[in-house]
């Protein structure tokens, strides 16, 4: 007996939502302020930070803190969250590529932290916001780098493997920074603004990819997230940046649709406010800002 397109897909999403419960259950949830936040020597925070329309994480562990992107010019929450929780210091900038959603507050944090390097593309734009941020870099102490795919940086306990670019193009998002984070068995992989055609080129040249955590790339548009590079990360979770209406109507329907028929959770800054994953380097908690 054949079976109906119709029961098939019952049957298809009953799987999917079976997966999803599982994962629930395995990944523990919690609102940021119902618990205490403290790195300890085995403890590593990643924050997603709520920075509407832009990009901002900041990775915390007990010999390191790293900021990859700086959120956007329009605004001012980077340097108070960074104060807010206990931020004096950071090892390492990044600005992963040079538009104003991602290198925004580059001056402001520059300007109010310490910082020991700073990490660039080497794409250059003619924006304020970019002469802003090269401005701050120059009267501040920290050294400067352009990293290349192939690299790898450790940094205290935490390693940094840089994937892309390879060389620049022009494109700023070909050229854009992007970073698996390891620690222990955890990793996150950081794309900024790449797409498919950077994708494809990282799928096919046998990058590996796999990490626990993707943050999606382009704020969860169409134009990144194919089924090709979901499959060669195989992430637990993915989380995604994005302003709440924002006018781009990021993230994509049809990106999350595809995560949710690859049974990957997905958790974004405009729904959930800042989001902060708590890891010893083998399990994880996930903590938000709003419920």
């Known amino acids: 007996m054949f079976k109906s397109k119709k029961s098939n897909l019952l049957i298809n999403a009953v799987i999917v939502l079976l997966a999803l419960l599982l994962l629930f259950i395995v990944i523990e949830i919690f609102s940021i302020d119902s618990t205490n936040l403290e790195i300890n020597p085995d403890t590593v925070l990643v924050h997603f930070i709520d920075v509407g329309q832009a990009n901002a994480t900041l990775m915390i562990g007990p010999d390191f803190t790293v900021l990859v992107d700086a959120g956007h010019f329009r605004r001012d929450d980077v340097v108070p969250y960074l104060r807010s929780i206990g931020v004096k210091e950071l090892d390492l900038l990044v600005g992963s590529h040079p538009h104003a959603d991602h290198i925004g507050q580059f001056d402001k944090v520059l300007d109010a932290f310490p910082v020991t390097e700073v990490w660039m593309s080497g794409d250059v734009h003619t924006t304020r916001t970019f002469e802003r ?147 010893n380097g083998f399990t994880y908690e996930l903590f938000f800002e709003k419920d």
């Open 133 to 279: 941020a090269i401005d701050a870099i120059s009267r501040s102490e920290a050294s400067y780098y352009e990293p290349r795919a192939g690299e790898s940086f450790e940094i205290g306990s935490l390693i940094l493997e840089v994937l892309n670019p390879e060389q620049l193009t022009g494109d700023f998002h070909e050229g854009c920074i992007a970073i698996r984070a390891v620690y222990k068995d955890f990793s996150v992989l950081l794309t900024g603004d790449i797409e498919r055609p950077i994708e494809q080129k990282l799928v096919n040249e046998g990058t590996y990819l796999k990490s626990t955590i993707l943050e999606l790339g382009h704020h969860g548009s169409r134009t990144s997230s194919s089924q090709e590079f979901i499959d060669a990360v195989t992430p637990d979770i993915a989380i995604y940046s994005a302003g709440r209406d924002n006018e781009y109507g990021h993230p994509h329907k049809q990106v999350i649709d595809r995560l949710y028929e690859n049974a990957i959770p997905v958790y974004g800054t405009d729904i959930y406010g800042t989001i902060v994953v708590q890891t």
